[in-house]
């Protein structure tokens, strides 16, 4: 665990310098629209996404410096999203990465206008990755476009409001929670696979890893919503309740949704066999999203 403790924080001070780089100054003009996009991105998240991005290049043998714009990419994009689910016209939060939403801080226009700015750059970034020979750039972009739009993270996000107030169906809420949190999880792992050149085998490995792994992370995030306090979490707790969400704790009850998660993680160590040893930071991931507290 020690081990794994050094490594998230070594990825994490990676990434958080290539974003420093990556995303314009807080000075360029204009700089409300910077100084919000740079509150919400070095807010202080856990940079799962990105992470799991570079540990995917890593078992298909490609290097972090040839990754790190998809992972900042996913990262942006993640970014973009919880500032526009935090607006009023959607989950309406006032906390999130344990500071001020960007709207309290920047009000809702400039909020809007930089989580759209960071969805932009989020392709753009794509684009920079150094060309590989079986997936092209415009792949990556259609890749994380997929993933962006209706059928996923939008599509997910709306099917979640609809869902406010009724009792789901566990095939919808499984709809749901593919939408808004696998296949983001999943494109990351792709995305890196695809800055390291990865061969088909190995893209599928990483899907069915992605699916399982980010299943896994919204169901304990589900878990940690009823179990945690707002000061753990960094965001408002107890709010799925509050908004009378189907969850999965909600639908089979805490140890049924203990028990699915692990079940999951299982299926995604299974995903990773093989890529044999290079595959072990993915895996060790795995197990530490299912063991999180926060
Ligand atoms: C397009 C408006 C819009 C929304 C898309 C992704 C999404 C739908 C909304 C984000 C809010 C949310 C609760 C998404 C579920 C995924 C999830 C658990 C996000 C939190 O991810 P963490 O825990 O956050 O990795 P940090 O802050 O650590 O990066």
């Known amino acids: 665990?020690?081990?794994?403790?050094?490594?998230?924080?070594?990825?994490?001070?990676?990434?958080?310098?290539?974003?420093?780089?990556?995303?314009?100054?807080?000075?360029?003009?204009?700089?409300?629209?910077?100084?919000?996009?740079?509150?919400?991105?070095?807010?202080?998240?856990?940079?799962?996404?990105?992470?799991?991005?570079?540990?995917?290049?890593?078992?298909?043998?490609?290097?972090?410096?040839?990754?790190?714009?998809?992972?900042?990419?996913?990262?942006?994009?993640?970014?973009?999203?919880?500032?526009?689910?935090?607006?009023?016209?959607?989950?309406?939060?006032?906390?999130?990465?344990?500071?001020?939403?960007?709207?309290?801080?920047?009000?809702?226009?400039?909020?809007?206008?930089?989580?759209?700015?960071?969805?932009?750059?989020?392709?753009?970034?794509?684009?920079?990755?150094?060309?590989?020979?079986?997936?092209?750039?415009?792949?990556?972009?259609?890749?994380?476009?997929?993933?962006?739009?209706?059928?996923?993270?939008?599509?997910?996000?709306?099917?979640?409001?609809?869902g406010e107030g009724k009792k789901l169906q566990l095939e919808d809420l499984r709809f749901v929670h593919e939408g808004k949190t696998a296949a983001l999880l999943t494109t990351s792992v792709k995305l890196g696979g695809m800055s390291a050149n990865a061969t088909q085998d190995q893209m599928q490995a990483l899907h069915d890893f992605g699916m399982a792994t980010g299943l896994a992370f919204q169901i304990i995030d589900d878990i940690l919503d009823v179990t945690q306090t707002s000061e753990k979490l960094g965001k408002s707790a107890g709010k799925d309740v509050a908004s009378e969400k189907s969850t999965y704790p909600a639908l089979m009850g805490l140890e049924a949704s203990r028990a699915e998660a692990h079940r999951l993680t299982e299926a995604s160590h299974k995903a990773l066999e093989v890529f044999g040893s290079a595959g072990g930071h993915l895996r060790q991931l795995a197990d530490y999203l299912l063991n999180r507290d926060y």
């Open 1 to 162: 665990m020690s081990d794994l403790k050094a490594y998230l924080s070594e990825r994490c001070q990676f990434v958080d310098d290539a974003l420093n780089r990556l995303i314009p100054a807080a000075a360029t003009r204009p700089s409300t629209l910077h100084q919000a996009m740079r509150h919400s991105v070095f807010a202080g998240g856990k940079r799962l996404r990105p992470i799991l991005c570079l540990a995917a290049a890593e078992a298909c043998g490609g290097l972090a410096d040839d990754a790190i714009y998809n992972a900042c990419a996913v990262e942006c994009l993640h970014t973009y999203s919880l500032i526009h689910d935090d607006l009023p016209c959607m989950d309406d939060d006032d906390m999130r990465r344990g500071v001020p939403t960007c709207h309290k801080v920047f009000g809702e226009a400039i909020a809007l206008l930089a989580g759209d700015a960071l969805q932009a750059l989020a392709f753009e970034l794509v684009s920079k990755t150094p060309v590989v020979q079986r997936h092209p750039a415009a792949l990556m972009v259609l890749e994380l476009a997929r993933t962006a739009g209706s059928l996923h993270l939008v599509g997910g996000q709306v099917a979640d409001l609809e």
